[in-house]
């Protein structure tokens, strides 16, 4: 259907979902077979993330580059 969609996909946000995604996961004791819900739980929080970072006034320099993953 859609070739070459790679140039589409944030790969670096892709990686900060996955570890978000792993550290959930790792929290709450690595349950088996819920692979899914922590993946969207992850995209959720950083997508809330980003949005309020790309707020007028929220992005003046003051948050000092801190990690994305959430714990």
């Given at each position: 259907?859609?070739?070459?969609?790679?140039?589409?996909?944030d790969?670096?946000?892709e990686?900060?979902?996955?570890?978000a995604?792993?550290h959930?996961w790792?929290?709450?004791?690595?349950?088996f077979g819920?692979e899914t819900e922590?993946?969207?739980?992850?995209?959720e929080?950083?997508?809330?993330?980003?949005s309020?970072?790309?707020?007028p006034?929220?992005n003046?320099g003051?948050?000092g580059?801190?990690?994305?993953v959430?714990?």
């Amino acid at each position: 259907m859609y070739e070459n969609t790679e140039k589409f996909v944030d790969m670096d946000f892709e990686q900060r979902v996955r570890q978000a995604a792993y550290h959930l996961w790792e929290q709450d004791g690595r349950p088996f077979g819920r692979e899914t819900e922590y993946w969207f739980r992850a995209l959720e929080q950083l997508l809330a993330q980003r949005s309020s970072e790309m707020e007028p006034g929220k992005n003046d320099g003051a948050s000092g580059g801190g990690s994305d993953v959430i714990h």
